[in-house]
Structure formats: C-alpha cells, structure tokens
C-alpha cells in the first residue's frame, strides 16, 4: 500500500530533529562531558535523552522520556562509566510521544557493541530493512538507527571498521549525522550531502564531536572545523586527536538552510558561519528586498529577534527604496513590541472556547506605548502553519497599531520537509497552495515579504546547489517517491513580495 | 574466562521468577484480561509489568519499570488494541533493577511480528547468541528471551508456525515456559522438563494461557489443564478453542519444587496439585518428621501459615513420637504470635547502627502474651541466607519465649538455583557449608528441623526423578558448568533434624 | 441551617480513626523515634502524616498529605531537631481527602509553640469556636483541633500548664486522645469516658505516649500502663519519667469496643487486654452464642483471621448444641479458602460493568478444593454496609460451597458512629434498618449470626456501663442532637442470630 | 534577643516578591481568570501557589509548593467555586522553601471567611502579632499576613468592613499590596506609601485588582489606573464596577524603584509609567551620563536587553563626550553577544570543582565573532552579589573581548531591601562597603559605570521624595531598627563612575 508507506516514512521513526554527541578523553569519565553537552543541545529535541558509554570491558546505557535535566541525576550519571561515550536528545515528532525510538540506540554483536546516535532521515530505510529481514534480522522498532545500526553489525562481521562504515554508507541513502561508539571507539559520521550539521572540537584532554559548535563552547572547547559530507572521523581512545576518512564524494553537498534560518543556536557556527550572523544578515537582506517604512519593527520574540536586529541596522542606513539615508533620517526604530511569558509550559491547562483568543496573550503580550496609533513591522523566521502569525497581527491591531506589516527572513514554505524540520504535509502549509498575497489576506497583514532563495544562499555563503531546498521549491536533492528531485534542474528563484497595494 | 561465564549466566538476563499470560479472546479486546490477569501474578515479579497485543494489522506495546497498577493506565489500555496478545511480570534480580529486561520482548521481521514473554532461565543461551551473532544477529539486551525471538524469527523464515517452534525447541535447553504472540496468534511453550509452570484456561469468550491458575480465576474462567513439557498449545484466534502439539519428549520431567513450597500463590492448581494443599501437607509430613512438644507453634506470617496450620492439625492427632494423643491432650496450641506491619515498604528510611534491633519489629511484632512464659515452635518455609531466620529466633527470646524450636517445610538448600529464585552463590546459603546442627547454633534456636526431600516428593504426588531439586542436592536435572548433573544418579535422602540435645 | 451543622459535625474535621505519638528522651533526637512509632501506627491513618518537634529554641514541623514512608525522608527528618515531639497519622474519611486537617497541628501564641495531634471527635467544637470567634479568634480548618489549640493557648495566657489542660478538658465534650507538645514538653490527655486508646511506654532512655502499644513495641520499649480516662500525662524533659494528673472524673467511662473488633493491631494491648487475645476469645464466644456444624470454616483474611482461629477452637471442644464433642469428632475443619491478593492498591483501574463481578476476585480468590462440595462457615469481624460480604456469599457459592453461613464477631451495626470508624449514616448501614434475617437474605447466606453485646463486654472483660455501644444500640454516651443518651438508660442485650430455617 | 528579632524580620516571612490578584465577575466563574492572572505574575514568584474563592455559600481553597502549572489542573480548579476570589504567586526567599508561607492565607471567624494575599512586608508586625497574642490569638505561621488577617477580623467584630480596614492600616506600618476576599467581596488594599505596585482592570464582565497591568492583559481587560497608596478599593459583587475609598494619606509615597529596573515585567505599566519605557529610558541615560565608545555594546539576556536598546540609541545620537555624531559615525554597534540556554532549570547537575567554570557557559555562551578582537560595553540592569558579572567579563575576555567595560542601569546597592528584593545582609552586597573602582577591579572589568539617583527619578517621572531609595542610599522610608530613616533627610546624589584609567 503505497500510501501506508508515505506516512510511514514522514512520520514515524524519524530523527531530523535531534541533537547527537559523541566524547573521547585520555582520562576523564565521558559521562558529565556528554551531560552537559546534551544540555546546550536541547533545543534539538526534548522528547527524550540518552547517553551510552563504554569503559573498555563493557557498555553502559542510560535513555529515556524527557529532558535532560530530568532523564539524568548523579546515580545514572555514575553508572555510565568509561572515557567514550555518545549522547543524543530526540524532537518529539508530529505522531505524539514515542519511546520507541530513544537514543542512543544500543546493540551488542559478535565483534563487540555498538552505540548510534543519529539525526536525520533515511530514504532507503525500508529498502534495506527488507533486505536485512530477508537474511533473518529482527527488529525491536520502527526506527531507521536500528536499520543502521544492523547493517554495519552486519558489515563488521567481514570488514575492518573503515571498510565496514564505508559499506554502510554506500547503501544507505538520506540525511544523517551519526555519533557512533564501537566499544570504546567514538566516530562521527556525515552523509554525502551534509545535510544535517556536525563538527569537531577539540578539548584540553581530548575531542568532542557535536551537532553544533555551542556544545564545544559549553566543554571550554574549541572547534576545529565541520565534519565534511561523506566523512568518517575516528576519534584516538587516548583523547589525543582524530583520524578522518572521505569514504564518499558527491558533487554537490545539500546543507539544510532551515538549520541557519531557525533550528540551530545563534551561537552556533554551522558549516563556516555562525548563526547570528546569518539571520542578522539575512535581516539587512530582507530591508533590501522587501523594507518597509514604518514607525517601528519589532522582532516575534526569540526567534525573529535576529532578524529584526540586521533589518532594523540596514534600515538605518538606506531607505526602502534603497537610497541612502538623509541625515536627519533615524529610519525604522527598532523595539521590543511583544513581551514573552516564559512561564507558559507543558501543563497548561487549554482555556476553553470562549477563552481561546485570550490563549495567546498569556504567551506574548503587547507592549501598548509600542504599537498603538504607529505603522508597526513585524519581523519572524518563517511561516509554517500561519496560525501564529495570524494571532500576532490581531494582536497588535488589538492594541492600537495603525498598519502591520510582516516580513519573514525565509522564502514561502510550499513542500514538505522529509527530512524533518515538523512540516509534514502539504495541506498544514499556508503557502503550499496560497500566493503571497492570499497568504497576506489570510494572516490579516497590511504587507507580507518574504525573502528570496538568492539571499538565502548569499548570506549562507553556499551556492544553491549545495543547499537543500526541498520545502521551498518542492524539489529534493534526495529521490523521494511522488516529489521531484531537483539534482539535475535549475532552480528558479522564488522569494516574493505582496505589497500592501496589492 | 569461565568464572565470567557464570557470573553472567547466572546473574544476568534471568526470567526465572517472572509471570506470563497470554489471552486470545473472539470480539473483546484483550488488554483489561491480560492487565487483571497481570495483578494476579503480580506476586511473581514486581520490576516491571507490560503488555503486547495485535490488533490484526499492527502490534501495540507498552512495558515499563514498575508494578501493574503503576505501569498501566486507561490511556495506555486504549491504545494496547486487539482481541489477542500477551503479558508479563519481571522480578527485581539480585543484580539491581535492569530496565533492558523488561518484557514481552517485540519484534518485527520478515514475515510479520513477534511478542515473548519468557519465565526460565536457559543453560545454552550464549550458544545460540554467539551462532546467531556469526550470521549477523545484534542484540539490544542480554537477555536470553531475545535470542529466543532472534532464533524464532529466523527458522520462521523457513518453516511454518509449529516448525520453526519446534526447531527452536531443539535449540535451546533449559527452563522455559512462553507465551508467543506471532501476529495476532497467541501460543503457548512449556520447556520439555516442565520446570516452570503453565497452564490453559477456559474462558467465556476465549482462551487464555498464564504461570498460574489464580490468573484464570481472576476472569472468571475454568482451569483446562496445565501446558504439558515439551507441548506447544496454539490458541485460536476466534476464541474457540486450541490446538496442541507435543514437540519434544523427555523421559523425566524436572518439575521446580519450590514453587509450591514458596513463589506460586497458595490458590493456585500446579502441575494438578493446589499449592495451598501441599504446604498443609508439608506441614502435616514436618510433625511427623521432626514434630516437637511444645506450648504453642507459630507461622512466620504470611510464608509459613499453610505449613503451620497442617502442623499443628497432625500435632491434634498424633504427639511427636507418634502416637495417638490421650483424649485430655490437646496437642499443640496454633497461634499467630507474630504480627506483621503490612505498610513497610520500599521507601522505609533504614535505622542507624544502634537502632538497627528495631527495624525488624517494624515488620514483625511478637504479641508477648502468645508467647511468654512459653515454649514456642515456629514455622517457616524455606531458609535461604538465615537472618531472618536469627532475628526472629532473637526476637521470640526477648518477649519471653522459654524455648524457640524451628521447622522449616522444606530440605536445606545447599546449592544455587541456576533456574532462578534467587539463591545464586554457596556463599549465600547458610546451609550451603553448615551441618543441620550447625544452621541451628547460627540462628540461635534451641532446635531445628528440616523436611526430607522424600516428603517433598509424595506431598507434591511426583517422582523424584520428575522433580528439579538442585538446590537442595546440588544435582541438577541441567548441564550446569561446574555442577553435577542428576540425570544418571541415584539421589540420596537428605531431610535432617538437629534436636535440642545434639 | 440545623441539617448543615450536623452535616459538618459528622463530616468535616473528624480525628477519630487516627494514630498519635509522642516521645520525651533526654538526649537521642525525638525525629527518628517519632517516624518508626509512625510506621507502627500507619494502619490507623493513610491520608496524612505529621512531626512536630522543639529543640528548647524552636518548634519544627513537617506535615504532608500521604503515607508515612511517603512523607518523610532522610533530609526532612533532619531537620525536625529536638528530643520531644510529637507525630500524627490521620485516615481518610468519608468526605475525601482533606488536607487542612493534616496534623499535627502547631501553632506559636504569647507564653511559646503548641503542637496537637488528635484522635477523636468533640460534639460541642462548635460552641467553643463560637465562644473563641466572639473574642476575636480566627480559624484556619474546620477542625476540632484547632479548637482545642486555641483554647488552650488561650487558658495558658491565664494558668500554668496544668490548670490550663484542666480548664479546657472541662470545657471541651466528645472523645480525644492527644498528644501535645508545649515547646518541648510533651503531654498526652485522655478523654474522661477514655473513648479512644492512649498508653505509656518506657524506653531505655525516655518515655513514649501513642496511641497503640505496638507503637512502644517498635522502639524496643515497655508498655507502662494505659493513660486513664481524664488523665493528664506530663513527660519530664529529660526523659527520666513523668508526672500524672488526675483532672477530671467520670464515674462511667465509654471504650470504644470497636477498637479491639477492628480497629486496633492485634499486637496492641488496648485498656489492659491484648486485641489479638479478645478477638480470638470473641470468636469463642461466636461458636458458643451461635455456632454452625458445616464442613470447613474460613476467615476473610486479614480482619477475621483471630476471630476464626478461636471459633475452630472452640468447635474442636464442644458442638454447636454445646455438648463435648466425642472422640472421633473432629468437629470443624479451619481452613483459609480465601486467598487475598496484597498488590491489588490505589492506583487500581476499576473494571467495566460487565466485569464488575470479575473484581472482587482480584483482591479474594476462592481455594477451590477446600470449597467446592463443602458447607462454609465465613468469619468476619463486622458488616458494615453488607457489599463485601453479598459479594463472598457469591463467590463461595460460585466455588462450589453447598451451604454458605456467616458469623460474625460482633453485634449488627444499627446507627451511626458519631465518633469515628466510617459509619456516617443509617442509610449506609445494611442493618440500620433490616432485622437479621433481612440482612442474611440481603447477603445471600445461608444463616447468619451475629454475636450478642453481652459477649463483647466479657471478653473485653469491661462493663457495658464502661463502653460506648452507640453503633450497635443506637444509645449514646455523649449528648448529640438529635440521638438518644444511653448515659441514663438501661441496655438491652441486643446479640442475635438468623438460622438457616428462618 | 535583638540580634533574634533582625534576623527574624529580614528572614522570615517576607512576602515582597509576590504577585496578588483578586477578581470578582458577575456571572462567570473566577478560577479560570485568576489561574490566567497568576501565570502572567509567575515571574513574581516561583515558590508556591495558591486560589482562594467564594460560591456566596462556602469558602474554596487551594494552595499549594510549585509553579502554577504544576499546582492547578482541571480538577483543582474545578472545586474553586464561586464568581469571586483572589490569588497569590510566591517567591523562594533566601531561607529557602518555606511551606508555612504559601498563601492567599485563608481564615473563617464570627463574621465570616477572610482570604488574604500579600505583596510586602510589615515592619512593625511583631509588635502587633505580640498585642494579638495578648488577647489570647495563637498563630499557625511567622508570616506578616497572618497577623493582618487576625488584626481585620478581630475589627470586623465591632466595625463594617471599610473601618475595620481603616483600622489595620492604621495600625501596620510598612509596605504592603493586598488582595482580600471577605466572603464573596473582593477588595484592594495599598499601603500609604504605595510601596508595591497595585492596579485595577476592566473585564467584559467585572473587574480585576493585580499586581501589574500585564495580568489585566492577559485577561483581555483594560487597566483602569492603579491603586492609590493608602486607598481601600472594594469590587462589586455583579462585576458592574467598584468603590473607592482613600483611607490614609501621607505627603511621600514610597514607590520602589527596583520594580522598574528589575523585577516588573517590561509590559506593564507601574504608577502610571510602562516598565520596557522606563528601562530604554534608564539605558539612554546611563549612556549620557557614563557612556563609552566601544566596538560593540550587548545586553545581559534578558535583563538589560531593555536598558541597552535605549544605551545603544542614545551612542547612535551622541558621542560620549555629548557631541552630536558625525555624519560618518555610526556610533556604538549593538549586537546579542551572550546566549541564553533556556533550559538549563533546576534539577541540573552541577559541575565539579574543576567544571565550574564551564558552568555559566551551560547558560550564557559568548558569541565569539561579536566579541573577538573587540572593545565590548556589557549592560546589565544592577549589580547585587557581583558573582554573575565576576563570570561574564571573564567570558567576554576568554573570547577574544579587547577590554570589556560594564554599565548598569541603576545605582550601586549598598544597603539591604528590609522590603524584600532578595538583597538581605550588607555581607552579600558587593558595593555595601567597597568604591565604583573597587567593584570594578573586583569584577574584572575596564571600567564600571553605574546610573545616577536623579536619572533614576528622572526617568520614572517620579520626585526622589516619592521613591524608596533604601538600597542605594542605606536610608529607608521606614523605622527600621539600626537604620537610618529618610523622611527628614535630604538625599545625596550617590551615581557615579569608574573610569578605565581610575
């Protein structure tokens, strides 16, 4: 059933969204190191944590529901014993809770055991599940770790380590960044695409391998450089540096712009640019596109805040128009306009119908001096859904703004991610089937601007054909059945704008 | 290293104390039947509680650490969908809690789903582990019910549902009683000795098959008839009834004494004989082996009630040197003169050094004027380590005990169980290198008595030869490394009395 | 609104089916000792627990909702400094949980700190508040407690600590046992009619007031003697013993006689005779008074367990017609045919409707074998609102028992207990309004006898005078609104039976 | 004891960082509102949590340890019935967790129920509690709300409700902002000096008393205008409005200023004044009055984020001498230097002795392209301790920072808040007894530049004669025992300065 196999393969056992990390020192017990680098991750996932350690006789396995802070305490934390280990903390994915498919995943074998943590999506998965069902291999879930993590069982039964990964990685195909312990060897591992991050730090007494480069910082690290696609690093057991191995070559990479745009820490740097910087560029390029002149811009606290910073910057400079500013010019003023409640957790209890509007001002209040009798622009990452940003400009028209206009530091959505990123279907995008202008009608805005898939990859200093951009063009570096691959097309570029006149 | 090699067959992954049931039922769901079945054998391991069901196109599973009334929920019941499925308890193991072994183990593989729950312990599990590992098997647990899964899954590759069974039958040696789900189709194995329990019940709706006959009664239904050695019983899946197929024949079976002397419930019907009979008999055999004239006899409450009451019952009859008691003489006084505190539980904060006499009042309390003044007789069934043992001894004296006999319903142990039940090294036992006279002085009785193994053999209406009693003669109906084997002995009768004046 | 206050009086703030300590030691720390007291006295209260202590500066306090072994650990206890205090355990009542009226209860006012813990009931707490509100006072809860607190601080501005106790037990009217600490002296109090059990113990290094003697048993004491009714007990500060009060007479007092039916351990020496002792010697009393011949008699465990020991016993002695038995009549078979299940707790989920039937058999299995074909006397210690015992009728029948017959040890329960014990109101009671016959129709027995009024005073070997038969004459020992005062009256003998021929 | 009597004033019971909120609506339920309110004053305490309502017939309470989210659930507030009620948020004092001290306090006495939630602290409620006392009241709690709520109810014996309030406020002195429930009417009390901050909103449906306005906003009302200091406001019980009545005036209010540096959330708005305008406000004088030319200026996220916008505005207008800005000058960059983990939370693990440095980096994580090679200006919004600011000049520089000058929006702490704001003991402040330069080489810094007290006036629009300057000044609005009080003094303006070459 055809069908049947599309939701299985978007929905369960996926890991795009997922933090990995994996820690070899000379001396030190790995586990506080990978406790607290699972800490700085957590933004990646906060479905579930887990570290697993070996000590050079024996692996030791810690995973469970829930957050860091929680999953672990001084007694777990003393149990997983040895100097390497690898850690990962899991997104909770559309389909709800699904303790199946914590990680590490960890099996032991005829050469020894093995350790996986990963994050990404597989295409293949099943492919190769099937394959390895045929040769009599059971499976306790519906994850593709555990495809990998058999696979290269498999392979270790008649190759080296090296041989054994390069196999692996020739026949599995997607997106992953995987942590693995083989014993008490720690390795990391990018697809050929690079789609997913992970990089190399380098501690006093040893090497830390991470999805982002904060992790690093949190260890008093340093990094040494992203781990490049279709690159195998073999971390020394002694703590004292890393073997690298280009196992595979592609042509061209497809880094993940989604991971600059919102996933990852500002902090971090991703494939040679720090975060910030890019959204802050990709601000001062969404003025250029797209600015508008209003009395004030104001960020969607946090995840526009970067953004408005650059756009705010730039619109001090030039006018929307791009001329230079006259002198006594002061541009857009920049101001905080919403103010977060960072209260607002897990065990809210749901206002009931007739409360429902007021839901979303107990998590973002207006700031009434701010917005009310002003032109306001508001500034967000990206509009997936369009029901939040909806309630931002009734809220602010609420408390007195003249005009809203809203800008976004990303072009439209209007594909699925199946490589994660919780954009499943296409009937959830606003975009997918609605243009600018019926999205403006929709959310209620006076403007709406999106940026262009040019400055995306200008400020991401990638060509766009080392990007993947699947859920802004519908078109995938990878072949997924039904979608387009886009390997062999010219990308034309879409970022648009629906002026208020419109 | 053949010293690891013990430690960890005996040590890790063990399922011996464990429960199973399995349910196949026509129109209801399974799930409310197998979590009520599941608190009727809740006696039999209290680590963890799940459940496996199969609703026709999928499995649903849910396991966790924990007692039953903890694990489940209405919400976890609703989601555990289908008329057919399985269950199990796990005992907490001398090595700690061990969150890898929780079961039912579930599996997919190539031709559909597998669910075990395992109670039993095999002797050549590594064997078949280290077979499978060299064509490329990895394995998530230590446990020996994942190399059953594994073996399964692969010969049903090749052969249909009563094959592959018994294939894997003719693998694996050692104690095992099952209950499978292979989709949708609930069977149930007993291992060929019949070392563990199981039986088949009769519902209104359905059949189902579960360690102890309590659990039938607990739905209401009608105990058919145990699961005979070497037989596997198929449940049909409209309810309607159940094949059997009797795969291996054994000359002898090696039938676990103890589980009628300590770990089945006493209202339940093993292998034909009502526990709660049998330790009356065991008690009735124990005044006739080694009865003492004393003012009053006592159970160590709740374990050694059964055999109390039938010891005292034989004492109204007969006097100690067995004859008829004189009209006027009404024998020996039955009592409860230990009272048990049933809300010291596992959160108890443990006294200091000084206060440690204390803390087992706390548990069991002697009511003085039972026992004061007074020549006491109590009655246990089994001792294993003995300190309970003293400090009840202890504790008689301090109320005011004259004289403190102690009869023990069944032989000393003075071997490892290697099938389970909790009694792993010779260094534990007190009786393992300790004279009977010996055990006595230790734990401070003015005498003790032991019951013969011959009165353990016609209490239980078996041969000996069709009984497992390694513990208790350190010949076992198993190849054990290091142990003898009684397959080809002849065993001598141990039963032993130490009395007073020895 | 007289319907509200009798509805408060019987329902809010109730302390009667609570356990209190308090313990006076020179030097050791009182935390401890008050937490294993604690334990010992769980079962006369699982909603909440409490410690207040005074270390001669300050007065520390932890009160928590839930079990004792819940409530405390090593870090609250460490920080209930002092070597006086007192602890509190309190049972959930009819209303649901409450916790306002967690105790115990402390409170500072001009001359220090008091701490109360009460088990009982006051029937005028509402006058004395009102009096108290009138001069200004204002209450937390609803209970009598804070009543009594208020009360008496209020004395204490006036008097010294003696004077102060005597004035409030002259003003208060109803049933109390209370420990309490004034700073760090430790006080027990007695009502006058001695309704509710408080005795003294002596350890090796100070001296203990609780409720129960087994409280004492636990940390290894004495039992001195029972505190009397209208006593006052002052502990000395340095645990070398204390000084008695004589504050008020009565010429009659009013034991509770439920305490030793039900209430009570059976390891506690409640008013000079041991529970364990009466309640063997009340079922005596039951085979004299209404004895049955049937095949088998069995308790329902745990409550008619002592009840059906004596019952055997004295059917081994005599027939039912009261003539000694002949030689080889054996006379009735004690069996326990009723297994109980101890795991089944809170958490339990309840089954649907047509599995209703199926749920008593999960907390109480039938021993087939010592039922089926069998006529069954069943041993309970009450019948309160009759579901429980339709329920085992049934079961009991279901199992094959011929004939079922019921005996209990004790009188019907025909009006509420205005003082305690979960009999709140006539509706409730299956004999509130139904003769004997009614209620063994109603239960489905076969015959059902109840034992006579007359027997529970000789076996607790008090006069009727001296104990409060309120829930079984419907004639009180105290002044309740609308009930009738038995403190004038002459008693009937109320003991009755209903035979199978009725 | 006087050294007692400090400790005990400063230490216990303190209820300044607290939150109130009392709601009365004509038709609707007020649990659901006042569960909203609370969450939206979360940030003024985290400690506990509590409802106390009124149905006309039956006071409702529920008060518990935790956050909001945690305390209440569909159930709980399902059992507060009634239209109206009150509210309280409480903060973790220093003491520690301190269960007495949840509140709304809750009381019935003559006339009535009480519910009582306090925002303040009482400087003579020892001499009141001890009056109290006097007369015969006992006190369950240290807490200065429970003396007010014996106080008023003792005068609603002989006065109606405004005098009998007129009558506490007469007689307690201090800082308090109370919301009452008295049955079913719903009051608003402030202190004569207007110490916290209290306002009144306008729902559809009645009218809502809060803390701040941002809990008005969250329940889509419309603030009306603040409680006046020394008014008495009572809400009509069918929601249709209010009435005032200004109890006691005195010529100086005593507002405290920390409100707006710290502790308000930047939506609201206090004493007529919005708290993000105030904050912008302080940081643009703080740059006119102590700026310095650097690369780049960065907040503390989150709390001097507010401060640097209007710091880093002011440096794009003028120079730091004051000149205006060349044409070509863009002044002082503002950028995000320091990343906040958001997760980080109270069950994390610290790190060991030789991690502790790493461990503010788990929290706050420099961006090194922000800060490498660069001379950086750090905003914070106040220095108390000078623990947090010690690590992050530090951090700064292990990134790269050139020089690292830090500007804090309020002047140097150098005396206790007897008020609360958590800054109790002169020990613990690190300018109580140090100069600007002597701080500044303490934490590190280039140099240090703290906000003059006019600008701190200034920018609330506020004489300083209104405002309680205690803390930057050591002279109080307040008789504080050992302190020197203000209202007779004239202030110095303390602002001040330590420059690089200091």
Redesign the interface.
Known sequence: MQQGRDIRRVGDGLNEKCGVVGVSLGEREAA?PL??SL??L??RG?ESAGIVTHDGFQQH?HVEMG????V???DS?STLRGTAGIGHVRYPTAGGVNS?CAQP??????SGS?GLAHNGNLVNADEIR?EL????????S?GDTEVI??DL??NL?EADLVRAVKRTMERIHGSYALTISHDDTVLGVRDPEGNRPLCIGKLDDGYVIASES?AI????GELVRDVRPGELVVLENDGSGFDSYQLVDKENAAHCFFEHVYFS???SVIDGT?V??VRRNLGRALWEESGVETDVVMPVPDSG??FA?GYAEAA?ETTADGEQRA?DDDGVE???GL?K?????????M??QD?R??AV??KL??????VEGKTVTLIDDSIVRGTTSTQLVQLLRDAGAEEVHMRIGAPPIVAPCYMGIDMHTREELIAADRSVAEVRDEIGADSLGYLSIDSIADCLQKSQADLCLGCVTGEYPYDIDGETTDRDVTRPAIGAEAPADD
Do not use: W
């Open positions: 506080r406790y607290y800490y700085a957590q933004h906060q396995s957050l860091v802070g929680d672990f305490d001084e934390l199946c995943f960890a099996v032991s074998f005829k093995l099937s069902e045929d040769l009599g291999h059971a499976f306790t519906n993590a058999h069982a498999r039964l904060a910082d949190t260890l008093d820490r500002p902090d720090l910030y910087e805040r970067a910073t001090g002198e920049f101001a905080e103010m409640n960072r209260y607002v957790g897990r065990t809210f209890i206002p009931t409360e509007e007021r001002r107990l209040n207006p700031i009434r001096s701010t």
